[in-house]
């Protein structure tokens, strides 16, 4: 009898760090999403804030900037629910003035226009690292979520479940292809 009862222990004992370790990576990786999205964010936010300085530079023809300026005002402005049809409208109002290498060349040759060219190119290269960073991390939590043990025990706890942030976010092919 005594036996019994130190076996079932020590089986509980064992079952109950178990489940302390899921919910533990479970946490973390919640962590990882927030952090992840916080850099998405930043990368978001600095792509639309170059994109707007170049549209005011007045490097650029009047109805470029007028296109680049619209999209970036409503990418900064957007919210939360409307933020990827946001960012996406921004992609492609990028892709439709730079996809030739002319208008790309048109801003180097403007004083500053080294400096800019290379920071928009930076930032459009750098959001869909950040947005890859975001799902990967998403799709990981998801997977453990979804494994019975997590839901039976709600080792989730309130977290709300993660979503993945699923814009365009392409680069112009003039400035994806140049150094930063």
Known sequence: MTETLIWTVAALILVGVYLSWTAGRLDRLHTRIDAARAALDAQLLRRASVTQELATSGVLDPAASIVLYEAAHAARQAEEDQREVAESE????LRAVFGETEQVDVVRAAPGGEEAAGELAA??????????????????ARALRRHRKVRWFRLAGHAPFP??????????AALADRPA
């Open 90 to 93: 921004l992609s492609q109002a």
């Open 123 to 140: 930032a459009v290269r750098r959001v869909p690292m950040a947005r890859r960073f975001h799902n990967d991390a998403v799709r990981a």
């Open 163 to 172: 979503m993945a942030f699923e814009m365009d976010d392409e680069p112009p």
